[in-house]
Every structure is written in C-alpha cells, then in structure tokens.
C-alpha cells in the first residue's frame, strides 16, 4: 500500500479505517512441499496480476491451483493477443492452436515483443504446461475448451479488416461488441463456473445452460467496464473497442471525442454505454446469489464490486477521455474488499452505486441549470438511466437465494427502496415530459 494511496483516502476517513483492518489480515501462507514449477507459477501470478491474486490465493484449496493455472495460461494467450510486434499470420496461428501446446511438455514463446510486460510468463511457459498437466482430467478439460474458443474468438477479431487503417482493430456493430466480451471476458466466467462446479464447492447445478448464461454475463460485464475506461489508452494503441454503431451516432471519426468542442457528445456516447453495461448487472447479481462457498463468492464479487464502483466514478465524466491509467481509490478498493463477504453487504454496495449513478444522472439534467433545455435525445438518454438502475435497485431488493446453511443473513427486504424505485421511475418521466413540452 503506497503512501499515495494513503493521502488519496485521507478525506475518507472509513476507508482508512478499512486500509488498517486490510494491512492487519493475515496473508495466506504458501503451501508446503511443492514442485519447483508449483512455486514458479505462483511467482508468475504475483507477477502478472496485483488484483487477482490475492483473491486467488485466498480460494479454498480443492479450487486454488486450478484457477492460478487458468488464470496463467489465459495470460499468455492474451500477451499474444496484445502483442503489435507479432506479424499477423503468426499471431493468428499461436492463437489457434495454443490450446494444443498446453499438452505439449516444454513448449515455451519467445517471439514476444521485447517491450511486452508479461513475456517472461511465456518465455517460462513450460512450468505452467507441467502444472497444468497435475490438474485433474475434468479441470484440464475445462480450461483447455475455454482456451480453445478464447483463442479462436481473438484470432477472429485480430483478422477483421478495419476501415480506418490507422485502427489495428475496430468494433463495427453492438453485436460485435458483445461477441468480443463473450470471447475474452463471458468465457471466463463460464470456464470459472465449470470449475468451481468441479471442485466441489459448488453445486453442479450451477454447470447448467442457466448458470453459464449468468457466467458469461458477469464476464462480459467486466470486459465493457474495462473497455469504458481504457478508451483513451486503446486508442492510442490503435484498438477501438467501442463499437462504431454506437459512436457513429455522434462523430464521423471515433478521434474527434478527443476534441474539446465534442466532449458533450463524447459524454453522451458514454453515458449511452454506460447503460448497456449496466443492463448486466441484474443477472450479475442473480450469478452471485447462487453460489454458496465463502471463498467463491468473495472471488466473484470483488471484481464486480470495484467494477460498478469504477462506472460510478465515470458516470458523465470527461475523464475517459483526457486521462488515461484512471483507477478508483486504493482505499475504496479495500473497502469494498472489506464488504464482499455475504449477498446482503454486495447488495448494498451495488444498491449504494445504482443510487449514486441516478443521482449524477439527475444532477446531469437539472432543468434549472440548464433553463429547460432537455428534448429528443437527452431525455432518452436520462430516461434509459433512470430505468436501468431501477432494474439494478429491484434485483438488490430480491430476498437472496442463499441457502440456510451457509451461514448468510438474508439481504434486508425493507419496502423503502421499493418506494424509491417508484419514485425514480416518476420523478424520471415527469422530467422528460416536461424536457419536451418547454
Ligand atoms: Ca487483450
């Protein structure tokens, strides 16, 4: 924890509260008597990842290792995704096949880019590939399918013809959109479901058409926060994530949002995705409620806590598109840390930013300051937000599915956020009434 984000929390004084109880906590102690290449794929995962691996190394142990290995080989493939310095035709075909070299003992890549800042995962490649062997047949089974259709998706995407020549890749239509999330974020979800079926931590039921629909939703949910909040950074690197079917609706070039006189219309853009990410989140919220494992939940929610947390924060803001690297407080990030333990607290963070979203929106449209001016597209936009985090604050206010024996309290089911819910809706159509007929 830096000194930075230390000061950065100091006018928040429960998340410093929150860092103390967090820096207190017991780190969990490697194991013992382990492979020299077991000890190097958790190096790996210290390496590679600050987020995820303290929440994977906090899972029970029927499920830890299988997750690190997961987590590992959908890395490298993903370092060969990013990578710009690899010819095409090559990059397509490690894709393609890299399923396969996970059976290959002692295969490794060394033709990453020098600059690439995970290379050394796949220069050392054969340590996981002999980890990964240790897994149990079903496990391998699983994060071998789950590499397979990652791989062939991104090899899709790498080869699509951009028609602005200076995009490397470019997202056309919503579909698109939603079929890349699928492939580098849904996939994860649904692989991560099968695992934890197969552990035995959770139910088998989970591994059903429904439970993988509620998977890949959650994935795709944390795909297009990340795809939201790395606009600038992406396009820098020449990829356009946001697709132009929604853009389009703004700006003839996706650069123009870099321009000052546009950034009404950047902001709109994002506020309209914004929305579309946040039609996820009821069937997040449902994913969650299933799982009964102490430790899967935590895994699940982290993620999308800080994921919701992240859109609170972008909500309306030009930031996305003047900074890059913008990430919420290290403190916050503890605290919800702090709250991922049961249903009924992830509830409540998600209730809390559903609210604090609606309130921007409302602040976003307050007729008096902007002397009524509030017509045609705007209140559609203000409308679609109003609507979408009511679905969220409604799916919070379901009683949680959450079984009697794993020792969860019940999500509080007080009738005073239905009333909220009721209010928005007519606060919201009576502000877009009145837009239209000023
Ligand atoms: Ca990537």
């Not at 020299?36 to 929440?55: E, G």
């Not at 060394?110 to 980890?131: M, N, P, Q």
């Not at 203000?382 to 604050?393: G, K, P, Q, T, Y």
């Not at 509080?412 to 209010?423: D, E, L, T």
Request: proline share 4%; hydrophobic share 40%; glycine share 6%.
């Amino acid at each position: 924890m830096s000194a930075k984000a230390l000061v950065a929390s100091l006018a928040h004084p429960s998340e410093l509260v929150a860092i103390v109880k967090y820096l207190s906590l017991p780190t969990p102690p490697p194991p013992k008597n382990v492979s020299p290449t077991y000890t190097l794929c958790y190096k790996f995962l210290n390496d590679t990842s600050r987020s995820f691996a303290r929440v994977i190394q906090e899972l029970d142990s029927e499920l830890r290792h299988a997750v690190c290995i997961f987590y590992l080989v959908l890395r490298g493939l993903d370092t060969v995704e990013d990578d710009m310095t690899l010819p095409l035709k090559r990059k397509v075909d490690v894709l393609q096949h890299f399923h396969e070299y996970l059976y290959q003992r002692g295969w490794n890549f060394t033709e990453s880019g020098e600059s690439e800042k995970d290379r050394h995962l796949l220069v050392g490649f054969d340590a996981v590939i002999d980890e990964f062997l240790t897994l149990s047949p079903r496990c391998q089974e699983v994060i071998a399918d789950i590499t397979k259709r990652m791989g062939h998706g991104m090899a899709e995407f790498a080869e699509l013809e951009s028609p602005n020549p200076k995009h490397l890749i470019s997202v056309t239509t919503v579909d698109q959109y939603n079929l890349y999330t699928h492939y580098v974020a849904g996939l994860v979800g649904i692989g991560l479901t099968q695992l934890f079926a197969a552990s035995g931590l959770e139910a088998d039921s989970l591994d059903t058409p429904h439970g993988l629909y509620l998977a890949n939703r959650m994935g795709q949910f944390l795909q297009k926060v990340n795809i939201l909040k790395d606009w600038l950074e992406d396009l820098r690197d020449g990829r356009v994530f946001w697709p132009r079917e929604v853009w389009g609706k703004y700006v003839k070039e996706v650069e123009e949002f870099l321009e000052e006189k546009n950034r009404d219309k950047a902001v709109q853009c994002l506020n309209e995705l914004i929305v579309d990410a946040l039609e996820l989140v009821p069937d997040c919220l449902e994913y969650m409620s299933l799982l009964t494992n102490r430790s899967v939940i935590r895994f699940c929610a982290i993620p999308q806590m800080m994921a919701i947390a992240t859109l609170a924060t972008f909500f309306n803001s030009e930031r996305v598109f003047t900074h890059t690297g913008t990430k919420i407080r290290r403190g916050l990030a503890v605290k919800l840390i702090l709250n991922s333990d049961n249903l009924s607290s992830i509830q409540a963070t998600f209730r809390q930013y559903a609210l604090a979203i609606n309130r921007l929106n409302h602040q976003r449209v307050n007729p008096a300051k902007k002397g009524l001016v509030f017509q045609g597209k705007e209140a559609g936009g203000f409308l679609a937000v109003s609507r979408v985090c009511a679905e969220v604050l409604r799916k919070c206010d379901q009683k949680s599915l959450v079984r009697a024996d794993s020792g969860f309290v019940d999500g509080n089911s007080s009738g005073g956020n239905v009333v909220i819910i009721v209010a928005l809706v007519a606060v919201a159509i009576a502000v877009a009434a009145a837009g239209k007929y000023a």
